[in-house]
């Protein structure tokens, strides 16, 4: 199944009753296998998961830890691009050059990497400079 395919697929199952804005999200591991995610809207708005957090828990869940590609798609004729907080997801599994690809129901819209959509993220690496 394309990342296309199994973003709009799983768009359908999103539990968006508040917005009714529905967001898939399909990531390719490092082996080749297809995860992917919807939005889960909760009453309490901030208790919320968006698509790309749950593709990349389901990744994790399977014992992967590498995002080679990955394809956001939204209820909407302009794109959407991932919130602040999943690019810092996307790229806790992701490397700077890895695609980011932001698509609408009918169509791929455009592609970018993680790197361009998220300069200077903060990282493992920073961590490792803290001194105790």
């Known amino acids: 199944m394309s990342l296309f395919e ?10 968006a009753p508040y917005s009714n804005f529905h967001v898939g999200a399909a990531l390719r591991s490092a082996s ?11 009453a309490a708005y901030p208790e919320g998961t968006c698509a790309e957090a749950g593709a990349i828990a389901a990744m994790v869940a399977a014992g992967e830890t590498q995002i080679m590609e990955i394809l956001i798609m939204a209820d909407a004729d302009q794109p959407v691009t991932p919130c602040g907080g999943c690019r810092q997801k996307i790229s806790e599994f992701a490397d700077k050059d890895v695609v980011v690809i932001i698509a609408s ?22 961590l490792s400079k803290v001194k105790s």
């Open 105 to 126: 129901p009918t169509a791929e819209q455009f592609r970018t990497t993680i790197g361009e959509m998220l300069p200077g993220s903060f990282g493992l690496d920073h």
């Open 6 to 15: 199994a973003a709009k697929f799983v768009r359908e199952n999103a539990h």
């Open 32 to 42: 080749g296998a297809v995860f992917s995610g919807c939005n889960v809207e909760n």
